[in-house]
């Protein structure tokens, strides 16, 4: 059982910063796909960025502004946010997926494990 735990989330007016953590609980952490969705109240789950092997998609919204990161050591994924807009507040989720991938996936259902969210509020 993976068990998936975000924090960093809070309220920032726009062009602010936040940065987002994901722990992870398993020690295999290290070989799992990872990525950030988010989502807004009355929308579909979207995908921020997805993590393969060694590649990495961002959504076009985000290119630019957001950075995700890992560090294995800890079990913990990272998403630095900068200029934010209004338009990225969310419910912001981090997901694994332990089947394996080689590419990132970018849909919700490819990936097993989800945390609880944190939430991300930009105001203007």
């Known amino acids: 059982q993976v068990q998936l735990m975000e924090s960093g989330g809070g309220s920032v007016q726009a062009g602010g910063s936040l940065r987002l953590s994901c722990l992870g609980s398993a020690y295999t952490f290290s070989t799992y796909c990872m990525a950030w969705f988010r989502q807004s109240p009355g929308k579909e789950r979207e995908v921020v960025v997805g993590l393969g092997r060694s590649s990495t998609t961002y959504a076009d919204s985000v290119k630019g502004r957001f950075a995700v990161s890992r560090d294995n050591a800890k079990n913990t994924l990272y998403l630095e946010m900068n200029n934010l807009k209004p338009e990225d507040t969310a419910m912001y989720y981090c997901?694994?997926?332990?089947?394996?991938?080689?590419?990132?996936?970018?849909?919700?259902?490819?990936?097993?494990?989800w945390g609880q969210g944190t939430q991300v509020t930009v105001s203007s």
């Open positions: 997901a694994a997926n332990t089947r394996g991938c080689v590419n990132p996936e970018l849909a919700s259902d490819k990936y097993n494990y």
